[in-house]
Structure formats: structure tokens, C-alpha cells
């Protein structure tokens, strides 16, 4: 009997799942067209700056 029961509950589940799946397709998260760029960074500046010290 329990086994009946459980049984027609996974074939209810995976009905509902099934047609789930059909009425809203799981979408990724997250900006698509944006996802796999690289973030900035600082990048330290191509000439070093001196530091001019005047009067000393």
C-alpha cells in the first residue's frame, strides 16, 4: 500500500517537474552578455611619476 503511494507521488512529481520545465525554461543568473569579462583592475601607470620636492 505504502509503496503504491509513493510510487504514484514520484510519477505525480515528475509530471509536475516535467511540465514545469516546458512552461518556464531555468535561465541562467547573472548579466549573459557581460558575464565572462574580465573586471578592470588598476593597472599601475605605463611612466613613474617622480615625485618633484622643490627647497629641499
Partial sequence: MLSQLTKAFQEHV?????????LEPIKPKGNIKHR????RHRRPSRHTKRNCQKGV
Fill in 36 to 39: 565572462n569579462r574580465v573586471k
Fill in 14 to 22: 515528475t509530471r509536475t517537474d516535467a511540465r514545469l520545465k516546458e
